[in-house]
């Protein structure tokens, strides 16, 4: 997706240990209406595909969801949670994830109340690194007896290998901007086309 290349090149640094720091407009500071064109580009994607809910991670994934959900006859949007709370109760489908940006892994946790086998399940999320957060939910889909349809990632970095092994195992991912490699140097970006 051009317009998300051209974003990630203009307001985009690139920081020690692989981090793309985006947060001016994708999971800091949100552009709802970069959202929006991000969700028809999906919706452009996976056209013919049954979708019945979209599944997404704490936190950063949230925002991105909600909005692309409008493009999906405004299925529901599940998020998974990062923390046990009061708030979740009966049974609960759980794996772990070790976080990207918080290096410390996490309880991912879904209400069994929200995902069911009969569901066909769209995975969302901003970034696709190691594919930690992505195995994460796919565990809980496989757990629920969910179908995964598909996977939209607005950045992928390529170079960590997350993406080409899902695409490996036979996942449709797609990914609006593909950075290939980074340098935290020079601040170069380039992208996979
Ligand atoms: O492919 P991976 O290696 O799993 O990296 C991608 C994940 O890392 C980030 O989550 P993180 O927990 O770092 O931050 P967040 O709370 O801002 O979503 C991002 O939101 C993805 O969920
Ligand atoms: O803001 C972010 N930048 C990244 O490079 C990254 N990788 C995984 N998750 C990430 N979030």
Redesign the pocket.
């Known amino acids: 997706m051009q317009e998300l290349e051209e974003r990630i090149q203009s307001e985009g640094t690139v920081k020690a240990g692989?981090?793309?720091?985006?947060?001016a407009f994708l999971?800091h500071q949100c552009d709802v209406r970069l959202f929006d064109r991000m969700g028809a580009a999906w919706a452009k994607h996976f056209a013919g595909k049954h979708i019945t809910k979209i599944l997404t991670i704490e936190a950063?994934g949230i925002g991105i969801a909600c909005v692309a959900a409008q493009h999906f006859g405004n299925v529901p949007v599940v998020f998974a949670k990062k923390a046990q709370s009061i708030n979740l109760d009966g049974d609960q489908y759980t794996t772990t994830v070790y976080s990207?940006?918080k290096q410390k892994e996490f309880p991912v946790i879904v209400s069994k109340k929200y995902l069911n086998a009969g569901d066909h399940v769209l995975l969302i999320d901003?970034?696709l690194?190691n594919g930690k957060a992505l195995r994460g939910l796919i565990d809980l889909c496989k757990a629920a007896g969910a179908t995964v349809e598909g996977i939209g990632i607005a950045v992928e970095?390529g170079f960590q290998g997350g993406g080409d092994a899902l695409r490996a195992d036979g996942y449709d991912v797609d990914s609006l901007a593909i950075v290939e490699s980074m340098d935290p140097g020079t601040g170069e970006i380039t992208f996979r086309h």
């Open positions: 692989d981090v793309l720091k985006v947060d999971n950063s990207f940006t901003d970034f690194a970095k």
